[in-house]
């Protein structure tokens, strides 16, 4: 299983960034896609994350970003909105993956794609 990702770049604070991921592979069915970053020295953090009906943000991206996947295109897109220095960081895919009926759920994740908010 392979997760794609694309659309980072250099943007001014209050832009806009599109990202998007697509997974592909030997792929039964996914529970949840999701974006996660890790900004310089520091930890990887949740950004935001759905599976089936729910969708979870981070606080400090709540109202800014939005979330959206395309269940049986294996896809995930992050809409990010009124940019901030803070949201500089490496951003990574991610899609809990069954690869047959009756295999359990494994994390899989993209090569990560680099998000830089100049002020």
């Known amino acids: 299983v392979q997760l794609q990702a694309s659309g980072g770049g250099l943007v001014q604070t209050g832009g806009s960034l599109r990202l998007a991921c697509s997974a592909s592979?030997?792929?039964?069915?996914?529970?949840?896609m999701g974006w996660y970053r890790r900004a310089p020295g520091e930890q990887r953090e949740l950004v935001a994350i759905?599976?089936?009906?729910?969708?979870t943000y981070s606080d400090s991206v709540k109202g800014r970003f939005t979330i959206s996947s395309h269940n049986s295109r294996n896809t995930v897109a992050l809409q990010m909105n009124s940019l901030k220095p803070e949201d500089t960081a490496v951003y990574y895919c991610?899609?809990?993956?069954?690869?047959?009926?009756?295999?359990?759920?494994?994390?899989?994740w993209g090569q990560g794609t680099l998000v830089t908010v100049s002020s």
């Open positions: 991610n899609a809990g993956v069954k690869l047959s009926p009756v295999s359990s759920y494994i994390q899989y």
């Open positions: 592979g030997t792929i039964f069915s996914i529970n949840s």
């Open positions: 759905t599976s089936g009906d729910r969708t």
